[in-house]
């Protein structure tokens, strides 16, 4: 009994040692509330990638620059748009500077490369932050060409970072890659955050408040992801070979809130099926895209279903599912301690918060219909880069470059044991 007590006594320490900060729910505001930050300093910021990440499109609510100007104002001066594609990084500044918001965009230079941009730049261009929404295959490791975080660090030792999710979507024997990247981050001091938005939903952190107030330990997470393939035209993200599949690059949302409340994984416990696109159920009636181009080994499953060990002990669970046709995707994240159950229901659009609480069999519903995610942790980002003083609490990064690397680990380690499990036809 004694080694079991020994083994328990580790899983405590482990779950302490892997809670993740949080914020007071009640400091997540929308953007109509938050009051720019008052100052006549220009606030430099770098983009890194023009497209849909950065400027919005009609395929959801991601729009880096909405959210940036919303929070800086006039403060706002984009000194830098890089992007290898000339002519669409010069087409949305032009659209831009049409607007309301053209003082942050009308001396905006555009470079392809990093490089080109510090042989070019004045010492009134520094940025005060780079914000890195460039394709993953191009970042996250320390390979020449794909090493634009090393580059920011040696440019401009200091400057904060703000990098989009999955941190990378290479080969898994990369993954090291990952890590070295994240050493230097933390060994530079620089402020740095991962773009898992859902963690700074006003939801996720009323969850988080009642674990904490109440010493709980999280026991299971179980995590749906259904999205409707029939929306998705990237032939890119039906290949396996230039997406990394749906759970590294799609479903990370989800592994990464599962890990967010669970703590770490013990990686070698994951197990995983999947339901592959030669097997009778897995034919698709409504794509867009035309799959016989892509290579029979690179096609991507259909579902695939995991479940591992937290370190602490708990169990988690996540299902992706390709099977959804229309527009909208179904999502769900449960979460259950001892005497509580907390669901989280469509939180990409109108979240929803289902709470069982002890001594009672009934649901409490919870709405967040003005809930910007997107905005509170940009938010957030400058309030620390600031280093705003009237309330440190309320500034706080969610998600490390470190803690995006054990996601990303994740997502990996479900792909491979799907794949280990396969029935081969």
């Known amino acids: ?89 010069t087409s949305v500044l032009a659209k831009k500077c049409e607007t309301f918001v053209r003082s942050a965009y009308e001396h905006t230079r555009v470079f392809k490369t990093l ?27 320390t390979r020449p060409g794909r090493d634009v975080e090393s580059q920011i ?3 401009f030792p200091g400057v904060a970072l703000f990098i989009e999710k999955p941190i990378a979507t290479g ?12 050493k230097a981050i933390v060994d530079s001091g620089a402020v740095c955050s991962v773009g898992y938005m859902l963690r700074y939903l006003k939801g996720v952190q009323m969850i988080k408040q009642i674990i904490e107030d109440n010493n709980l330990q999280v026991m299971s997470t179980i995590a749906r992801y259904a999205c409707a393939y029939e929306a998705i035209a990237k032939p890119d993200w039906w290949d396996k070979s230039k997406s990394c599949g749906p759970v590294v690059e799609q479903g990370t949302h989800f592994c990464d809130l599962s890990r967010y409340f669970g703590g770490d994984v013990d990686i070698p416990s994951v197990t995983a099926h999947s339901l592959e696109w030669y097997e009778n159920a897995g034919h698709l009636s409504k ?20 479940t591992w060990k937290y370190e602490s002990g708990a169990v988690g669970s996540f299902t992706h599912v390709v099977a959804l046709q229309g527009h909208n995707y179904s999502c769900e994240l449960e979460v259950y301690a001892d005497g509580y159950q907390f669901k989280l229901v469509n939180p990409y659009v109108q979240p929803v918060l289902y709470i069982r609480r002890p001594g009672s069999d009934l649901e409490e519903t919870h709405r967040f219909p003005d809930d910007d995610p997107f905005f509170s942790e940009i ?3 400058i309030d620390v880069i600031e280093d705003i003083e009237e309330d440190p609490e309320s500034a ?30």
Not at 122 to 140: K, L, Y
Not at 287 to 306: F, G
Request: hydrophobic share 35%; net charge positive.
């Open 115 to 141: 490089e080109d941009f510090v042989k070019n730049m004045s010492p009134r261009d520094h940025p005060r932050a780079v914000i890195v929404g460039s394709p993953p295959m191009f970042r996250g490791t």
């Open 287 to 306: 794509q867009t895209i035309d799959e016989s181009k892509i290579a029979q080994e690179n096609r991507i499953p259909r579902v695939t279903s995991a």
């Open 171 to 182: 080969p898994e024997d990369e993954i090291e890659e990952a890590f070295k990247v994240s």
């Open 153 to 155: 660090l040696r440019y």
């Open 379 to 381: 938010s957030n980002l």
């Open 396 to 425: 706080t990064i969610l998600s490390s470059y470190e803690d995006a690397c054990k996601t990303y680990e994740l997502t990996w380690a479900i792909r491979r044991a799907s794949e280990k499990s396969r029935k081969i036809v």
């Open 1 to 89: 009994m004694a080694h079991i007590a020994s083994r328990r006594s580790s899983r405590r320490d482990s779950e302490a040692l892997s809670r993740r900060p949080s914020i007071d729910p009640s400091k997540l505001f929308p953007m109509d509330r938050v009051f720019q930050i008052p100052g006549s300093d220009d606030f430099n910021v770098v983009f890194v990638g023009a497209g849909n990440i950065m400027f919005g499109s009609d395929e959801g609510p991601w729009n880096h620059s909405f959210r940036f100007e919303h929070k800086l104002g006039p403060r706002l001066k984009v000194v830098a748009l890089i992007d290898p594609a000339i002519d669409r990084a």
